[in-house]
C-alpha cells in the first residue's frame, strides 16, 4: 500500500492503536512488526510476502553461517551475496542481460535470439535485498553479531516503513533498536508529525502536481516536436524537483513513522540541490544507498587507497553500478558514468574549490553545478538514449529560444515548482541555521505551517500516483 | 505543552481543512451525479447489459443510450467508455464483462478513433487509472461519497475562480448514470483541440498496427462467443478528422477491412455531420441527435442476421 493512500491511513491508525499494547515484549513486538509488515507488502499482491520471507530466511540462515564457519566464513560470504544477487538479478537484470546478448548474437550475423518471460519486479525487492547483503558482509567484517531470532530478523528486514523505498537502514543501526523500546515522548512524536507532513506535502502537493509538466511534454512527442532550449531547461527543473520531493517525501515519513514507534532511521536526503560540489552532493543525495555503495563497493576495490587512477577507476565502477541499482537500463548506467565524468573533473580541477574562493563564490558554484546534475537527469528520466542525447541537444540549442512549448505543456505545474525551489532556497540561504530557527516565533510558525500544508495535502494534492523510487 | 501543541495541530488542521472545503467556488454548469461516483459505479458494472459502448471520450461524451434506446427499445445500454482510453487488454476484457451471459442480444458498440489505437492511450488511460484505485478506497467513495467529494482537490478552474483569475470556458459537463456525459462549452472554440492531437501524433504516438490486431482478436473472440460487434469512427470536425487522417497513421481502409474479416460490423456514419465544440468531443444536442442516427443505424445492422 501506499503511503499516501487511504488504505495506509487505516492501517496506520490501526497498527498505531496497537503498537503501545504490542511493543512491551520482544517477541510479541518483533511478530507484531513482521505481522503487520508483511501485510502492508502483501497488499499489493500476496505472493510477495512469500519473496520477502524467503528473502529474510535467506539473509537470516546465512548470517549465522557466516558468523559459525571459521575459516570458511569467506566463502559462505560469498555463498550469501551471491544468492541476493541471483536473486535480485532474476527480477531484475535478465531481460536487460538478454536483450544485450541477443543484440551481440544480431551483430554477429546469428540469427538466433534467446527468450525470457520476466516476471513484475516485486515492490522494493533492490532495497531489501541490498539490506541483505550489508548484514552478511557487516557480520563478516564483525561489525555486528548475527541474531539468533528469526522473527528480530525479519521485523527488521520487513519493517514496513522502510521496507518500499528506504532508507535502507543498517543491521548495526536498527537491530539493536529492536530489542528494546521506549515510550515515545511528546517531542518525538511532534518530529516524527512533522517529518509526516513535510514527506507528504514534498510528494502529494509537490511531486504530484509537477509531474504532469514532464509526462506531458513527452506525451506531445518530448523533443521531436518541442523544440526550445528554455522549455528542456524547464523541464528538467521540474524533473529535479519531482524526483528529490518523491523520494525524500517517503523518506521523510519513513523516518517519521518510525520515529512514532519510537526507532531512529538515519537521514537520507539533505538538501542536494545546496551542495557546494559533487561530492557534497553525493553526501546530500540518497545517502543511505550512496554509503552502502562506498563502504560494499568502493572501499572494497581499493577506493582511494591505491593511486589517483584507481581512485577514478574505483570510483567510476561505483557510480556506474549505482545508477545500474537503479533500472535495468542503459540510460540509467549513463546517468551514474555522468556523475563519474562530472567527479573525475571535479577532483583533477578542483573547481569548486577555485570558483568557491571568488566574490559570490557560493552562488557561481551553484550556476555551475546544478546545470550538471540536470543534464544528468534527462538520462534517469528519457526513456532510451536517443531521446536522452536528443533534449541534451535541445538543451544546448541556443537558436531555439521559443517559450512556447511552456505555455503548450502548462504553467500550473510551475506555481507548484517555484514552491519547491523556496522551499529549497531557505536551507540555501541558511534561514534554518539562523537564531530564527530557534526562536519562539518559529516555533509558532512551523505549527501554522504544518496546518497549512495538511490542508494543502487536501485540496491540492496532485493526481494520486506511486512514488518513482518503488520500480526500483 | 507538547501534548497541546499536537492535539492542537489536529484540531486546527480539522477545522482549518472544514472551512475551507466551504470556499469552494460553485459550479453549476457541472450536473447530474458526482464526478467520482459516476466513475466508480460505472468500473463496479458487471454483467448486466445487453449492449456496451466503449471507447474514449469521444464514446462517453457523445453518445447517449438514453437516445439510442430509441431505436432499440428493450435493451439495457451502458455507455462503457473512458478518458483517453485504448484498446488495452485489460479494458478489452472489461468490455464483455458487463454485458449480460443471459441476454438474448449482447452487442459490443465499438467507437474507433485514432488516439484509442496508440501505444500511450493503451498505456495510460481513465479506465486503468480507476482499475488501479486500491478497492479500500473505492470503497470509501462509494460509502462516503458527501465528504469525498468535499474533500476532493481544487481543479485548475476552481482554483482559478478562487484566486479571482481571469474567467475560463465555461465548461458544461452533466453525468448521467447510464455512463454519458453531456458536454459543452461557453465560449467554444472548434480548434481546441486540434494543436494537442497534432502534437501527440507528430511526435510518435501514432496507431499501432498491433493494436488494432488486438481488437480484431477480441472481436473475433466475442463473435465466437456469440455476441454481435459494431464499430465506427466517432464523428469530430471537419479538421479534426483531416489532420488525424494526415498524421495519425490510421489508414481507415486497412482497419476495417480487418475489423470486418474478424466478424464485426463497420457502420459508415457521417464523421463530421455533428457540432462539436473543441473539435473533438460531441455538444449535448449534437450528442443526442448522433445517438438517434446510431440507433437507427445499429438497429438496422441487426436485422441482418449475418451480423
Given at each position: 500500500m501506499l503511503f499516501n493512500s487511504l488504505i495506509f491511513i487505516a492501517f496506520a491508525l490501526a497498527f498505531y492503536a496497537l503498537w503501545p499494547m504490542m511493543r512491551k515484549g520482544n517477541a510479541l513486538r518483533w511478530a507484531f512488526i513482521t505481522a503487520a509488515s508483511f501485510f502492508f507488502y502483501g497488499?499489493?499482491?500476496?505472493?510477495l510476502v512469500f519473496l520477502l520471507l524467503a528473502s529474510g530466511a535467506l539473509n537470516y540462515a546465512a548470517g549465522l553461517a557466516i558468523a559459525s564457519a571459521g575459516p570458511r566464513k569467506k566463502a559462505a560470504l560469498a555463498a550469501g551475496v551471491a544468492a541476493n544477487l541471483l536473486l535480485l538479478g532474476a527480477f531484475k537484470y535478465v531481460s536487460f542481460i538478454l536483450l544485450n546478448v541477443n543484440f551481440l548474437l544480431r551483430a554477429v550475423g546469428t540469427d538466433a535470439q534467446l527468450a525470457f518471460e520476466t516476471p513484475p519486479l516485486p515492490i522494493g525487492i533492490s532495497f531489501y535485498t541490498f539490506m541483505g547483503i550489508s548484514y552478511l558482509a557487516d557480520i563478516y567484517k564483525g561489525q555486528i553479531s548475527p541474531t539468533r531470532s528469526l522473527l528480530h530478523f525479519l521485523s527488521y528486514i520487513?519493517?514496513?516503513?522502510?521496507?518500499?523505498?528506504?532508507?535502507?537502514?543498517r543491521g548495526a543501526h536498527l537491530l539493536p533498536q529492536l530489542t528494546t523500546w521506549n515510550r515515545t515522548t511528546e517531542e518525538q512524536r511532534w518530529q516524527g508529525t512533522m517529518l509526516i507532513v513535510t514527506g507528504m506535502f514534498k510528494k502529494v502537493v509537490i511531486a504530484d502536481n509537477i509531474s504532469r509538466f514532464l509526462d506531458l511534454a513527452f506525451e506531445f512527442g518530448g523533443p521531436v516536436t518541442l523544440h526550445s532550449m528554455p522549455f528542456w531547461w524547464i523541464a528538467m527543473t521540474v524533473f529535479s524537483f519531482q524526483i528529490y520531493c518523491d523520494f525524500s517525501g517517503y523518506s521523510d515519513i519513513a523516518r517519521g513513522l518510525a520515529k512514532w514507534m519510537g526507532y531512529d532511521f538515519p537521514l537520507n536526503?539533505?538538501?542536494?540541490?545546496?551542495?557546494?560540489?559533487f561530492r557534497d552532493f553525493w553526501a546530500r543525495w540518497h545517502m543511505s544507498l550512496s554509503t552502502w555503495f562506498r563502504d560494499y563497493v568502493y572501499i572494497p576495490l581499493g577506493g582511494g587507497r591505491k593511486g589517483k587512477m584507481r581512485w577514478h577507476i574505483n570510483m567510476w565502477i561505483t557510480m556506474a553500478l549505482s545508477g545500474l541499482w537503479h533500472g535495468a537500463a542503459w540510460t540509467f548506467v549513463a546517468w551514474g558514468a555522468a556523475h563519474a565524468l562530472f567527479l573525475s573533473v571535479e577532483r583533477l580541477t578542483k573547481w569548486p574549490e577555485r570558483l568557491g574562493r571568488l566574490p559570490a563564490g557560493r552562488w557561481l558554484v551553484s550556476a555551475l553545478l546544478i546545470p550538471q546534475i540536470w543534464i544528468a537527469w534527462v538520462f534517469f528520466r528519457a526513456p532510451d538514449m536517443g531521446t536522452a542525447l536528443a533534449i541534451i541537444k535541445q538543451m544546448a540549442d541556443i537558436t531555439a529560444l521559443s517559450l512556447a512549448p511552456v505555455f503548450v505543456v502548462g504553467v500550473r505545474p510551475l506555481v507548484f515548482l517555484a514552491v519547491g525551489v523556496a522551499m529549497e532556497m531557505y536551507f540555501y540561504l541558511g534561514i534554518d541555521r539562523s537564531r530564527f530557527a530557534d526562536s519562539r516565533a518559529f516555533r509558532a510558525a512551523e505549527f501554522i505551517l504544518a496546518a497549512i500544508m495538511i490542508l494543502c495535502c487536501v485540496?491540492?494534492?496532485?493526481p494520486g500516483a506511486a512514488f518513482i523510487y518503488f520500480q526500483f | 505543552m507538547m501534548r497541546e501543541r499536537l492535539t492542537a495541530l489536529v484540531l486546527v488542521s480539522a477545522l482549518l481543512t472544514g472551512a475551507f472545503g466551504m470556499t469552494r467556488p460553485a459550479q453549476p454548469w457541472v450536473q447530474g451525479m458526482q464526478e467520482n461516483l459516476f466513475w466508480l459505479k460505472k468500473m463496479q458494472w458487471n454483467r448486466e447489459f445487453d449492449i456496451a459502448l466503449a471507447g474514449d471520450s469521444r464514446m462517453f461524451r457523445g453518445v447517449s443510450p438514453e437516445d439510442l434506446d430509441r431505436s432499440l427499445p428493450g435493451l439495457r445500454i451502458a455507455n462503457y467508455g473512458f478518458s483517453?482510453?485504448?484498446?488495452?487488454r485489460p479494458y478489452l476484457d472489461a468490455i464483455g464483462g458487463i454485458?449480460?451471459?443471459?441476454?438474448k442480444q449482447r452487442i459490443i458498440v465499438l467507437g474507433v478513433t485514432p488516439h484509442s489505437l496508440t501505444p500511450n492511450a493503451a498505456r495510460n488511460n481513465g479506465y486503468i487509472d480507476k482499475k488501479n484505485l486500491d478497492p479500500f478506497s473505492a470503497w470509501v467513495f462509494l460509502t462516503f461519497p458527501g465528504i469525498s467529494t468535499y474533500l476532493k482537490p481544487y481543479s485548475s478552474v476552481e482554483m482559478r475562480m478562487l484566486t479571482g483569475g481571469p474567467p475560463l470556458a465555461k465548461y458544461y459537463a452533466r453525468y448521467h448514470a447510464s455512463g454519458w456525459v453531456a458536454s459543452r462549452k461557453d465560449p467554444e472554440d472548434p480548434r481546441e483541440a486540434l494543436e494537442e492531437y497534432r502534437r501527440m501524433f507528430e511526435g510518435g504516438n501514432t496507431v499501432d498496427p498491433a493494436q488494432e490486431d488486438e481488437l480484431a482478436s477480441y472481436v473475433r473472440k466475442w463473435r465466437a462467443q456469440g455476441i454481435r460487434v459494431i464499430g465506427f469512427r466517432p464523428p469530430v470536425s471537419r479538421e479534426m478528422l483531416e489532420l488525424e487522417t494526415r498524421i495519425s497513421g490510421f489508414d481507415e481502409a486497412r482497419f476495417v477491412n480487418k475489423f470486418k474479416a474478424a466478424g464485426g460490423v463497420w457502420l459508415d456514419i457521417d464523421q463530421t455531420g455533428y457540432h462539436s465544440y473543441d473539435g473533438s468531443h460531441l455538444e449535448e444536442k449534437a450528442a443526442r441527435r448522433f445517438s438517434r442516427d446510431l440507433g437507427t443505424a445499429i438497429a438496422d445492422a441487426l436485422k441482418n442476421p449475418a451480423n
Open positions: 497488499w499489493w499482491d500476496w505472493r520487513s519493517m514496513f516503513p522502510h521496507l518500499i523505498a528506504g532508507p535502507i537502514v536526503f539533505n538538501h542536494p540541490y545546496i551542495a557546494n560540489s485540496y491540492f494534492r496532485g | 483517453g482510453c485504448g484498446f488495452s454485458l449480460d451471459p443471459r441476454s
